[in-house]
């Protein structure tokens, strides 16, 4: 579908407050290098081609990021770089992840010696640039936040989760650091008048429930998004939460932090359409077109469908925006790319009005969570239900206990550890992806289970 670049952000402010505008906006927050220049034909060099992509591209909106930790720009050793992988469009490249034991900042005398960055120290100047540069109509949206995240990469994952359990006076105090620069950032941006929204992308969830227990994001995180969103509803700015995972169990603490959207509502962990009679009168919802199969292996017309479909019961009455699941990756056709924004402006336009099933095409739906099945309920010393909260406690000791007290009892260490210990850390595991509990509680858990079987497996006698 032909259609002419007409930028304006009041369209993606309406859609924000839940309101219907006069079509349904695009709503990504980021596109890789490779499907900008495969689109536009040409390589992205400067802001102004930049800003020529987003425009060309329908969006209403340039978004660009700034603060301690941004998307193409970490601390140094913060991360590792990867080997180079195949994208979409044959060229390689290189990943960056996070760093999973240890990290920058792994006690108090580091955290005291780190040289730690204020806003005065960021180079902030594009955001003069994009004030003389954006078309009318067009505004750009700050990418910052990341206060959960920045802090775990800084601590190293392994690190961190420890952390909680162990010092969580220095995970607090991290917190406050951070918190602190990313907000200072934050109040220095937002005063650009090209600034219409500020996307706040801090991944706080996994496929099936939090990454920590919610009493650490309410200590700790949400405090500073409710700065930031009391500053951004004062100023007439939207204020935008992104996290991949089921966020379920935080949805009403996003909206007490005054956050207008919801990105990505990702499809194999949210039903967007529960999601929309929960909480759509209240926070806009931006996503849900499925990045792991439709946009990335499926044909234009699967996009075009899944488009088709979203707009047709998510669209009705406002507060929804499409975008994929995550963001526009390099393992996105430029094909499925195009046709994800040409079906929104052909399906997109108020009042939808469109029929069930009229595009022929594969569209995801989401597909519940996997269901619990407890291995091992028997009863006595082989009991895997029996090891679990001595699993779950604060060291290995009493799994020792028990297992020496079995043993005592004429049952062989590998009877204990298949009928017992094994079927424990399922259920554990198990715990896990139904939102009872956290990454903290599942490393002390695999911890407590290997040093028993290093206790025992070194012990004469044993094998």
């Not at 962990?269 to 990045?291: A, F, H, T």
């Not at 043993?407 to 595991?429: F, K, Q, R």
């Amino acid at each position: 579908m032909e259609f002419k670049p007409n930028p304006d952000f009041e369209r993606y402010m309406i859609a924000l407050n839940c309101e219907e505008p006069d079509r349904i906006p695009l709503g990504d927050w980021h596109v890789d290098a490779l499907p900008k220049e495969n689109y536009m034909g040409k390589q992205i060099v400067n802001l102004e081609d930049q800003i020529e992509f987003w425009l060309t591209a329908g969006f209403d909106y340039i978004t660009s990021s700034s603060g301690i930790l941004e998307p193409v720009r970490a601390p140094e050793g913060m991360t590792i770089k990867g080997d180079a992988v195949n994208t979409a469009y044959g060229d390689g490249v290189a990943r960056e992840w996070a760093r999973e034991h240890d990290g920058v900042i792994t006690d108090w005398e580091t955290f005291d010696t780190y040289k730690w960055p204020s806003v005065d120290d960021f180079d902030l100047s594009k955001w003069d640039a994009f004030d003389h540069l954006l078309p009318p109509g067009m505004k750009a949206i700050l990418l910052l936040g990341k206060i959960y995240t920045t802090v775990w990469m800084f601590m190293g994952a392994e690190t961190f989760f420890n952390a909680l359990k162990s010092d969580e006076a220095l995970v607090g105090t991290m917190f406050e650091k951070i918190g602190e620069i990313q907000y200072e950032t934050f109040l220095r941006v937002i005063e650009h008048p090209c600034i219409g929204a500020v996307l706040n992308p801090d991944d706080i969830a996994h496929n099936t429930g939090l990454l920590i227990h919610p009493k650490f994001l309410r200590k700790y995180v949400f405090p500073w998004y409710k700065k930031m969103g009391d500053v951004c509803r004062d100023k007439g700015i939207g204020f935008v939460f992104h996290s991949d995972g089921d966020c379920s169990d935080a949805m009403d603490d996003l909206i007490d932090c005054r956050f207008h959207g919801f990105n990505p509502i990702q499809p194999n962990s949210m039903d967007i359409e529960v999601v929309k009679k929960k909480w759509g009168n209240q926070l806009c919802l931006i996503g849900n077109l499925n990045l792991d199969s439709t946009l990335t292996l499926g044909t234009p017309e699967d996009v075009r469908a899944e488009v088709y479909e979203r707009i047709r019961t998510i669209g009705p009455g406002g507060g929804f925006m499409v975008a994929s699941s995550n963001s526009i990756t390099d393992y996105v056709p430029l094909e499925n790319m195009k046709a994800m924004i040409d079906s929104t402006f052909e399906f997109g336009r108020y009042p939808i009005q469109l029929e069930k099933g009229a595009l022929k095409g594969k569209v995801s739906k989401f597909q519940g969570k996997p269901k619990q099945k407890i291995l091992s309920t028997s009863a006595g010393p082989l009991s895997g239900v029996e090891y679990v909260s001595a699993l779950l406690g604060k060291g290995p000791s009493l799994v020792v206990e028990m297992v020496q007290k079995s043993l005592e009892t004429g049952v062989n260490l590998t009877d204990i550890v298949n009928n017992g210990l094994i079927p424990a850390m399922a259920i554990i595991g198990e715990k896990y992806q139904a939102g009872e509990i956290y990454i903290p509680e599942m490393m002390i858990a695999a911890r407590s289970m290997s040093e028993t079987l290093l206790h025992f497996c070194a012990a004469p006698g044993e094998s």
